[in-house]
């Protein structure tokens, strides 16, 4: 896909986008794609979504493809990488974009919610992190994971406790990661988004956006575009010697006092 202005040069990389049927994912993978990279969109269950995605960047100029895998099944997730492998050769970039993000009270939420929380951000993360890595040790080159967070993590919202631990757990996973993959060149780290906006959620969600307008000192909601800018950035050379950090995406929401 030809180099978009102002983005980094990703050319020559093969990067895997997890959750990429999603909003942010697609997002994620088109800013990739246009640095450069080939990418491989992972999907659950959007697989028309992760087709079309993987489409449009070939109808670009680019090289992508889809492949469909249970991030909380070990199995699955080591048949993945070895898709990608077979598929372009060899992995350099992982973006850990796949979550879930359901809302529930804490005082009415069952254990069976929150280990779903945990399944869904923090062991699909734990087990993709740690199958790209080995497959970058072997290839000797090093290499850069980074993992969706949310500022949620720093700052948790009502209704979100489960939410809010798991992405923590995330950000906090990748430090531990960043720590103990940097012998072997590889690169971790997070990128923390505030409110991303998508079709329709001025309708379902009036106040909030209105709420969160209003707090933004940038004064709008994110793109998933941001979201991939930074998720680019962190994949490139420039970010050659940035590991263990959290970059936040929020408009500027989190530097407004809280009293």
């Known amino acids: 896909m030809p180099e978009s202005p102002g983005l980094p040069d990703l050319s020559g990389l093969v990067a895997l986008v997890t959750g990429a049927g999603g909003n942010v994912g697609r997002g994620i993978a088109r800013r990739l794609a246009a640095a450069g990279a080939a990418v491989v969109a ?111 993590a720093l700052q948790p919202a009502p209704n979100h406790a489960h939410y809010s631990a798991s992405k923590a757990a995330v950000l906090m996973y990748a430090r531990a990661a960043a720590l103990e993959y940097a012998p072997h060149g590889i690169r971790v780290n997070v990128v923390s988004p505030g409110l991303i906006g998508h079709e329709g959620l001025d309708e379902e969600w009036p106040d909030g956006v209105a709420r969160w307008v209003d707090a933004a000192p940038l004064g709008r909601l994110g793109t998933p575009e941001d979201v991939g800018n930074a998720c680019a950035f962190l994949a490139s050379p420039l970010a050659g010697w940035i590991t263990g950090q959290n970059l936040v995406v929020d408009g500027g929401v989190s530097a407004r006092p809280t009293w």
Not at 42 to 55: I, N, P, T
Not at 86 to 95: C, N, P, Q, S
Request: glycine share 10%; charged share 25%.
């Open 42 to 152: 992972h999907y659950w269950s959007s697989a028309d979504s992760a087709r079309k995605l993987a489409e449009e960047i070939r109808s670009a100029g680019g090289a992508a493809d889809w492949e469909r895998a249970d991030l909380r099944d070990p199995a699955d997730v080591d048949a993945l990488v070895r898709a990608v492998v077979e598929k372009f050769g060899r992995v350099d970039v992982l973006v850990n974009n796949a979550g879930v993000q359901p809302v529930c009270p804490l005082p009415e939420m069952g254990f069976g919610q929150w280990r779903d929380m945990f399944g869904g951000n923090v062991d699909s993360t734990f087990l993709t992190t740690q199958a790209v890595a080995r497959q970058l040790i072997s290839q000797g080159h090093g290499g850069s994971i980074t993992s969706i967070a949310s500022i949620e």
